[in-house]
């Protein structure tokens, strides 16, 4: 099959309009230092594990994909690696949250500041865990695992464009399977660290595999959407509706294992009724924070769940990625859920400063990625895969 793939030329409208908005963003943080700081941080780090989670979640799926053999993704993988690209720029947006280290975890950076006994008792314990110099570390390591095995991948897909005998995926597949462990448990550890320590007392063996499911779905989301937007463009030709139905029994399947996640972790709680584990269900079920509980149980997964049980959506592409969209925008709405009810006095589930740090967050990556892409066809053109990737067939 002879299929010419154009290379992207760096999306300079795309370019200039995400900067334009993380400008905007960025502005408004500063704004917000003056106006509410703490609340600053706590929306800083919404986005940032939103970001994070999703970048994470495609160099996942890469990494999966590499390590089956999987025909199919060849089709879409350049467009993952595009989502995996914004990992160094990620790395360097954390610095901001350094500023705020105190503000997020005031409490088991300086136990000798909680009244209770009894929980100080508990954070202290935590010490040779949870301090400062071990967190930083830690951070560290995730960011160099990340950023090793994303340009091990991105560099071995890209030279194989230039050259032809480097194009097959065997080197790929063994960094793949060699890298699945270490990525699957930096991920794992930096939820524990960023997410789940904003509240030091509270613990749940569930809580990894919750925010991997939902940055993963949110990752594949993500790649549905680009590549639709790839395919209108006439970027990517030779897409299919195979394809596509192959991109939504993912996201099905994946918007159930979040669902999965989140109820068990929920109902084991319950079951065992310990104050400091119910806590956190307890401070997201009263007030506004219990209608956004609500929203994010019909966004995040009753809406997508009934829609993507219909056979004809998965192959339309439009509708598809509608769906998808939708997809992407409810993850953040549960970053914000996990991050935002810690933030002390937060009594409104939404903030200005929320907008402006996903704007502060999300653009510059969207910018950056397309930057890094630039000048690369939107396929592996010389994989050997390639040709029976395009002719993918599914019913």
Request: glycine residues 8%; proline residues 6%; contains cysteine.
């Amino acid at each position: 099959m002879t299929l010419r793939i154009p290379v992207f030329r760096g999306g300079r409208a795309l370019v200039t309009r995400s900067l334009g908005l993380a400008l905007v963003g960025a502005v408004l943080l500063v704004i917000g230092v003056f106006v509410d700081r703490e609340r600053l941080f706590y929306a800083y780090l919404a986005a940032y594990a939103y970001a994070v989670t999703t970048a994470v979640g495609a160099l996942l799926f890469l990494m999966i994909c590499h390590a089956m053999g999987a025909t199919w993704p060849v089709a879409v993988r350049r467009l993952a690696e595009a989502i995996v690209g914004a990992l160094p720029l990620l790395a360097a947006l954390f610095i901001p949250l350094l500023f705020g280290l105190d503000a997020l975890y005031g409490e088991w950076l300086h136990p000798e500041s909680i009244g209770d006994e009894h929980v100080r008792a508990i954070v202290v314990h935590k010490q040779p865990y949870l301090n400062r110099p071990f967190f930083l570390v830690r951070t560290g390591i995730y960011f160099a695992v990340w950023l090793g095995f994303g340009a091990l991948l991105r560099r071995g897909s890209i030279r194989g464009d230039r050259a032809p005998a480097l194009a097959g995926g065997g080197r790929l597949r063994t960094i793949s399977i060699a890298g699945l462990p270490p990525v699957a448990l930096t991920l794992s550890f930096a939820s524990f660290d960023w997410l789940m320590s904003l509240a030091p007392t509270w613990v749940s063996t569930m809580f990894p595999v919750y925010v991997f499911a939902g940055g993963f779905v949110a990752a594949i989301a993500l790649l549905t959407v680009i590549a639709f937007a790839a395919e209108r463009a006439g970027l990517l030709p030779g897409l299919r509706a195979s394809h596509y139905y192959a991109l939504g029994r993912l996201l099905l399947a994946f918007t159930i294992f979040w669902a999965y996640a989140a109820f068990f972790q929920f109902m084991l709680m319950w079951i065992a009724d310990k104050p400091e584990e119910v806590e956190f269900y307890l401070l997201r079920s009263h007030g506004s924070w219990g209608f956004a509980t609500l929203v994010l149980v019909l966004a995040r997964f009753v809406i997508p769940f009934a829609i993507l049980l219909n056979y004809g959506i998965k192959r339309r592409p439009a509708w598809l990625s509608a769906v998808a969209v939708w997809i992407v925008a409810a993850h953040y709405l549960d970053m914000h859920w996990l991050v935002a009810p810690e933030a002390p006095g937060a009594r409104a589930p939404l903030h200005w400063l929320d907008l402006a740090a996903l704007l502060a967050v999300v653009g510059p990556c969207v910018a950056f990625a397309a930057l890094r892409l630039r000048g690369k066809p939107l396929a592996p053109i010389n994989d050997p895969a390639l040709p029976a990737a395009l002719r993918y067939e599914s019913v």
